[in-house]
């Protein structure tokens, strides 16, 4: 059973501050790690992508990996009010960019001004 | 990336009756998968369906319940059969391209009354 936990939320942060999301996995083979943002209502967006331990900076956004813990994070930095979102953490197990993913329940993020 | 067009975007419909969701990708891709959000709840994988063969269910989907077709790369429909109000939900479908991440589409809001 691969299985993805993320941090309980709901998660709420003051417009500037930064948020902090976490993530862990199950299954040690796993390769690539994903991140996706979704609005109430709509489709969840890609935002971030990881496949090696370390961070990955895109703009406000720093993914974090360790593999060894079995573990992957998600900031935001400079947090605004149009950040506030589910959060999705989703794992692709096979190593192959064409496998599945599997999802963790997400942590909903509340940005107030 | 990929860019998909999923319609329906939302549909009532009566219990006992069957609904197709249609998805179509602007380019040719191996694999499509079929997912489904619950109210409040994260994303479950119905299906995989790949071109030229049988889609392949997840734990939980049959596929008399919801049949898959895929006649070519860039096309596919889930049908709904037999609904009942357990299967409101959002079905999504989704593709992946290499190290480009995974698309969704916009979702199919359905509704059993």
């Known amino acids: 059973q691969k299985e993805v936990e993320q941090n309980s939320g709901p998660l709420s942060v003051p417009e500037g501050a930064i948020a902090s999301l976490n993530c862990t996995y199950s299954d040690r083979g796993s390769q690539s790690f994903f991140w996706y943002r979704q609005y109430s209502g709509k489709s969840p967006e890609l935002i971030m992508s990881i496949y090696s331990n370390g961070d990955k900076e895109d703009g406000r956004f720093t993914a974090q990996l360790n593999k060894a813990s079995q573990y992957v994070s998600l900031l935001i930095r400079d947090s605004q009010p149009s950040d506030s979102a589910t959060y999705l953490c989703?794992?692709?197990?096979?190593?192959?960019?064409?496998?599945?993913?599997?999802f963790g329940r997400g942590t909903q993020l509340t940005v107030w001004p | 990336s990929a860019v998909i067009s999923q319609k329906p975007s939302r549909d009532i419909c009566q219990r006992g009756t069957s609904l197709t969701i249609q998805c179509q990708v602007d380019s040719q891709v191996t694999m499509m998968f079929w997912y489904r959000q619950q109210p409040g709840q994260s994303l479950t994988l119905i299906a995989t369906?790949?071109?030229?063969?049988?889609?392949?269910?997840e734990s939980g989907f049959v596929i008399d319940k919801f049949p898959i077709s895929r006649p070519n790369l860039t096309f596919s429909t889930l049908t709904v059969s037999n609904m009942s109000p357990e299967d409101s939900s959002i079905y999504l479908c989704s593709v992946t391209q290499g190290f480009e991440g995974y698309t969704f589409g916009s979702g199919t809001r359905l509704t059993v009354v």
């Open positions: 989703a794992v692709n197990a096979r190593g192959s960019t064409l496998g599945r993913l599997y």
């Open positions: 369906a790949n071109q030229g063969s049988e889609a392949t269910y």
